[in-house]
């Protein structure tokens, strides 16, 4: 009889903590492992330059214009109105990647996931095989660009030409688009490599 009231007892306590570790390991593979930003001291200074990016996703599509510009310290892109009004800053420099306070919007995706993005657009390949040594991320070039890749899944497809910057992230399903401003008044459907 007292084994009978002991054994209960301890099945519960084992299925507590058996109902406990699937939580954690289940809140452990929920959560994304963002990919280290490359070191901007390895990136040559630009002057300011405005583009017009096209951000595309299932549930919207939003047009902005984007000021950016880098130097050794830092990676500024203050993403604009059509009209010209700031809507918000991403910064990348030490400290990791941030949006200022001052936003006029919420944007979709996190300054991590905008300032990595745009890291594997503005950095060489080479650069980035370099950065993603030793972790579980990789990049493989391909004919018109590059594919960045998470564990062996490939989680952004980046496609480069003068016209036109394609980011396709495959594991958010957002598209982002990056045209120089002197061609904004053209379809991007003939500026930019087809996904």
Known sequence: MIMAAVLPRFARRACALGVLALILLAGCAGRAEQAALPD?????PEPKRMERLIIESAKHNQELLGVIQHDHDSLRMALLSPQGQRLLTLVMDS???RFLPDALFEPPFSAHWLASRLAWTLWPVAELENQFQHSAWSVRRDDSGHSVYHRGQRVASIKLSE??????????????????IELAGQNKELLCPPV
């Open 40 to 44: 901007l001291t390895r990136l040559a």
């Open 95 to 97: 400290d990791g990647a």
């Open 163 to 180: 016209q036109c910057k394609l980011i396709d992230d495959i594991q958010t399903g957002h598209r982002l688009y990056i045209i120089p």
